[in-house]
């Protein structure tokens, strides 16, 4: 009888140890399917470009922010890749009157000596 109650004892146990490693799985896959990108965006020239960007970005399933600049001809966009691409994002940004480049790089200056 000891013996059934140590196996039912440690069975509970594992079965509690391997629900919660589930659901922390679950939470780290969530983060990793949300990317933020900052993309090129060409032809906005004031607040209103600014605006009509957001709002065309906005409207796509699984885009959780966008915020465009004119003065920086870009977008920053965070978005689930399990539920977008970055494509659908360009598309939308060329339907809306603009010209998607793709994601901004940074370029490191080179110091001279």
Known sequence: MKHLIFILLVAALVAGCTGKSTSDNASQAAATATKTMTLAVEGMTCTGCENTVQEAVSKIAGVTSVKASHLD???????????????????????AGYVFKGEKTQVTPVQSK
Do not use: P, R, Y
């Open 73 to 95: 001809s870009t977008a920053v966009v965070s978005f689930d890749t399990t539920k977008t691409s970055l494509a659908a994002i360009g598309d939308a940004i060329n339907e």
